[in-house]
């Protein structure tokens, strides 16, 4: 049973508190590193240890008068740690805590990005053996084509979840890489194993090369997955939103007991959450846009992505969050109504059969050509008169000189659009 949706997550990886805890964390981890390379005196990194720490509100007021938030904290940390704070940041510019950082909580939100995907593609298989052999019908552009299963449709979502969890996965990978290399990348004021040991204690692995910054096509790639990850939530809530029509109403969206749908018709049912996931999946690649801007910086760096990236990172993977939660929850609780589907097959009079027709005149003998132009003129008849296309059929000579009564009617079986739906089932070991 998916939860309702809560944020705590998302929420802590992304708050102050836990900005300044990770900044803490890669100078300590820093400090230690130095102390075992001899740079820094045990008795200072023990009092370092000891006592270092941070209080948001006077971060705030120190940025105040110095409008500069590394050194605010910084300050503040010395505050807490006395006469042993000048070893902290020993050879470090900014961004070398501040990309660092950066890349840890991305990689934390990606990994609860990971979790949801994968509650999502939970839901979509239990949906998928649920209606495997659901008939329904298939639609090319907008037009009825020839049946499938609703199962087939939720297992081809589960598939597309499936890419989307290896994107994600190598998006991870691409941003767990942090950098502690001086100013412009050189090292010249810290040693390289510096770098490694505080990534290592991170969970991070060192940039082959970097800047003053890590390279932010990266933070672009990650962002775009998760743009790429929201449009296909969009494509499966646009689903929805067609099938839910009153012309159509095969699924529908859940609607609690005391829900409304609007201020003026009583009986309104409406597909909001899909509208929801629609319009957020429009913010994603919106922010994706603006990562890209970022990838070009001025020599070795300029600041124009941080302001940036302190909207569109949290942002994005909180609101994909909240859209992949949405989502699985939409889809375990959607209403599924198989009568109506059968409904829907019978309303083009067996046009959705022509195809069968069509192969069958062939294997009679007629060339593909003939065969078409029979099946054509008879299924345009139906189309436009509303007359059954099976009576047409049999009442046509030109197709039953080929083509007996029987076997005509033998060709409009459902169940033949059955045939290989576990073959298909079997791929995904169900």
Not at 158 to 182: C, F, H, I, N, P
Request: hydrophobic fraction near 40%; aromatic fraction near 8%.
């Amino acid at each position: 049973m998916i939860e309702r949706y809560t944020l705590p997550e998302m929420k802590e990886i992304w708050s102050e508190e836990s900005k300044y805890k990770t900044w803490l964390e890669v100078e300590i981890y820093a400090c230690e590193a130095q102390a075992e390379l001899g740079l820094i005196p045990p008795e200072a990194l023990k009092e370092i240890r000891e006592k270092a720490g941070f209080d948001i509100q006077r971060i705030n007021e120190i940025e105040a008068v110095v409008n500069h938030d590394v050194i605010a904290f910084l300050t503040c940390v010395g505050e807490y740690v006395g006469e042993a704070s000048k070893y902290i940041h020993l050879g470090l510019t900014s961004y070398d805590v501040v990309d660092t950082a950066l890349s840890v909580r991305m990689k934390k939100a990606g990994e609860q990005i990971l979790r949801r995907l994968l509650a999502l593609r939970t839901t979509l298989l239990e949906k998928a053996k649920e209606h495997k052999y659901t008939l329904m019908m298939g639609r090319t552009h907008g037009v009825h084509a020839e049946p499938i299963t609703f199962g087939l449709k939720m297992l081809l979502w589960a598939a597309e979840v499936d890419r989307a969890v290896t994107r994600m996965q190598k998006a991870v990978d691409t941003v767990s890489v942090g950098k502690l290399s001086g100013a412009v990348g050189t090292y010249a004021t810290v040693d390289p194993r510096v770098e490694e040991y505080v990534c290592r204690r991170l969970g991070l692995r060192p940039a082959r090369v970097s800047t003053q910054v890590l390279q932010r096509d990266r933070h672009a790639e990650y962002l775009a997955t998760l743009a790429v990850i929201g449009s296909s939530l969009e494509k499966f809530a646009q689903e929805i939103r067609h099938l839910q029509r009153t012309e159509v109403l095969e699924v529908e969206e859940y609607f609690a007991r005391g829900q409304k749908g609007s201020s003026a018709m009583p009986h309104k049912r409406n597909p909001i959450v899909a509208e929801r996931i629609c319009g957020l999946a429009r913010l994603l690649r919106g922010n994706a846009l603006a990562a890209l801007e970022n990838v070009a910086l001025w020599h070795e760096r300029d600041i124009s992505h941080s302001s940036v990236e302190r909207v569109i990172i949290p942002d994005s993977t909180i609101t994909l969050d909240y859209m992949l939660f949405k989502t699985a929850e939409m889809i375990e609780n959607l209403l599924v109504y198989p009568e109506k589907m059968a409904e829907n097959l019978r309303r083009s009079h067996g046009l959705i059969f022509s195809q069968r027709v069509l192969l069958a005149l062939i294997e009679a003998g007629l060339r593909r050509e003939e065969a078409y132009a029979l099946v054509q003129r008879n299924a345009m008849e139906s189309w436009q008169k509303g007359r059954d296309f099976l009576d047409l059929l049999k009442a046509d000579p030109q197709i039953t000189d080929r083509l007996p009564a029987g076997k005509i009617e033998r060709l409009f079986d459902y169940n033949y659009y059955l045939r290989h739906i576990d073959d298909i089932y079997k791929r995904f070991g169900l």
